[in-house]
């Protein structure tokens, strides 16, 4: 992964954690609705791991946004 690859995937992480803490929401109980693992939340979150398209689905549907808004970093 280049440089640019790893700011987005660390905007993006922090954009769903900012999203989640919105609405105030814990990190097991959100990992929960979307179908994944904690752990990989985490990862997610801090920016550690490239979420495949269907996580990044199952988490737009958790947040009840569309997955356009939730890559919109903007």
């Known amino acids: 992964m ?8 660390k905007k993006l992480g922090a954009g769903i954690k900012a999203l989640r803490e919105e609405r105030s929401l814990d990190q097991k109980a959100f990992a929960f609705d979307c179908e994944i693992g904690r752990t990989q939340l985490h990862m997610i979150e801090n920016g550690k791991t490239n979420p495949r398209l269907f996580t990044l689905m199952k988490i737009a549907n958790a947040l009840e946004i569309s997955l356009s808004k939730l890559l919109d970093l903007d």
Do not use: D
């Open 2 to 9: 280049n440089t640019e690859e790893e700011k987005y995937i």
